[in-house]
């Protein structure tokens, strides 16, 4: 991919926010009012672009320059380059895999189109954007698999499994009279290369990637501040109490931020090589599936796994590609229908887990191999997230998410709370709507009714206001 021109906007005179507190209702509301030049907000400080476009989630951050420039450009290509089973100096894909680059489920940056509506299950051609967890229904691992259901392979392997999804459809009423459907997948795997594992032994979770949006501002948050956020986040009278996950990696215990549970610590580049595209590295130098029959497959048609597939650098550089992106600015701010949903959110306690503004540490974050980004350091930012564990309730249709996969300290109906900074601009960037975790949203009024546990309070708000206020609320959403 060739470099992208940052777009970002200058001005002459300072950008402010005009954060207030207006007259608070019976019930205690407090309205936002933003006041932004040229109708805009600064989404993610310094590192706000004003795009509009497909390239709004992967456009580099102005501050991007000298060095760096060349380095972004080294990680933008290596995250869009398709690995090859073999290329002469390593680098090589699988021999089972899930994906066939960064971008091949991360297009543009952000979520590419899954397979599981269109192809009903694992694509083809090698990707289906989308990972498949599975366990015992201890929790533990099945040794011939691990936790990943690896659903494609090189030629001459065989893939681990594939998934076939159906929908349940079931139509739900607004009191007002419009109705609206939820769609509760049902997943079984078949192709098994090895002994089939039974249904009733098995858990299976599935998950479309995730929008990498703000992945720096993310990684450089103050973890003071989140954990201040989890020791006050209790709202007993709308159910809410969010909690921080913890994990340890590198053998050091952390705090969580990334991924759909909180359970990493870091971007996972390492890992996503890995596990997603069966490309070794320093920090898992084995292929990911050692021990299985398809590493003697390879070996027997002269495919070597004695050499790493990508270096340190090169990972860093990957690294410092996600963490550099700029975040696009929020639009229509000064729209009367986008002003009247951002206080229906309000009301609708929306910002108790999608915390508006958060603040990253001073000194920024550091990359995979030490490299420092001070600017991303003392920055104000409005990801629209606690970054914290909430339980979405129990797995049942129209209810709640509960996938019963344990991650660190996550259980199965605890989800962190998804930052919706860029979302309205997902279906512009990859051409879709669909949203959680396994994508059986299919617009944003879905994902909001399937919440439930500590969402239940917020979703039966947003339930009982009119069409009118209901659209509202989803304009201001799309709006972020």
């Not at 011939?144 to 499994?161: C, F, K, M, S, T």
């Not at 999608?354 to 420092?372: F, P």
């Not at 249709?397 to 996969?405: E, I, P, R, S």
């Not at 500590?454 to 304009?475: H, P, Q, T, V, Y």
């Amino acid at each position: 991919m060739t470099m992208k021109m940052n777009s970002l906007l200058k001005y002459s005179f300072p950008i402010f926010f005009l954060l207030a507190c207006s007259a608070c209702t019976e019930e205690g509301i407090d309205v936002l009012e933003i006041e932004v030049p040229e109708g805009y907000a600064l989404s993610a400080g310094t590192a706000t672009n004003f795009l509009n476009s497909s390239f709004a989630y992967d456009t580099p951050a102005d501050w991007i320059s000298g060095s760096y420039d060349s380095r972004f450009n080294s990680g933008d290509k290596l995250y869009d380059d398709v690995r090859t089973s073999s290329n002469g100096t390593g680098g090589g894909l699988g021999p089972v895999y899930a994906g066939y680059s960064c971008g091949s489920c991360h297009r543009n940056a952000g979520r590419t189109k899954p397979t599981l509506w269109s192809e009903g299950g694992s694509g083809n051609y090698g990707f289906s954007s989308m990972l498949v967890y599975i366990s015992r229904k201890n929790g533990a691992f099945f040794q011939d698999y691990g936790r990943v259901l690896h659903d494609q392979a090189i030629y001459g392997v065989d893939p681990e499994g594939k998934l076939s999804v159906t929908y349940t459809e079931e139509t739900f009423t607004f009191p007002d009279g419009e109705e609206y459907k939820l769609c509760k997948p049902n997943y079984t795997i078949t192709q098994w290369y090895a002994d089939e594992i039974k249904p009733e032994d098995l858990f299976c979770t599935v998950r479309i990637p995730l929008r990498h949006v703000g992945m720096g501002q993310m990684m450089a948050l103050d973890p003071i501040e989140i954990e201040a956020l989890a020791a006050k986040s209790n709202y007993p009278e709308y159910g809410i109490s969010g909690r921080c996950n913890y994990i340890t990696e590198r053998g050091v215990r952390c705090l969580g931020l990334s991924g759909n549970k909180a359970q990493h610590a870091d971007l996972t580049v390492e890992l996503g090589f890995s596990s997603d595209m069966g490309v070794t590295n320093s920090r898992y130098p084995e292929e990911i599936c050692e021990g299985q029959t398809q590493v003697n497959q390879g070996s027997m048609m002269g495919l070597s796994y004695d050499q790493l597939d990508v270096s340190t650098k090169e990972m860093e550089d990957v690294d410092l590609y996600m963490q550099s992106l700029s975040v696009p600015a929020r639009r229509n701010v000064n729209d009367p229908q986008v002003i009247k949903g951002e206080q229906k959110f309000y009301e609708a306690k929306c910002h108790l887990c999608h915390v508006t503004t958060l603040h990253t540490k001073t000194r920024g974050t550091a990359l995979l191999n030490g490299t420092q980004l001070p600017w991303l350091g003392g920055q104000t930012i409005h990801p629209y997230s606690d970054f914290l564990l909430h339980d979405m309730g129990t797995e049942i249709m129209g209810v709640g998410l509960n996938d019963n996969y344990v991650s660190g300290l996550a259980r199965g109906n605890e989800w962190r709370t998804t930052p919706l900074w860029g979302i309205g601009l997902q279906e512009k960037v990859n051409g879709h709507t669909y949203f959680l975790h396994d994508g059986r949203a299919r617009n944003l009024v879905e994902a909001i009714m399937w919440h439930g546990g500590e969402g239940e309070a917020s979703k039966n708000i947003f339930k009982n206001m009119s069409k009118e206020d209901r659209d509202a609320l989803i304009a201001f959403i799309n709006s972020l």
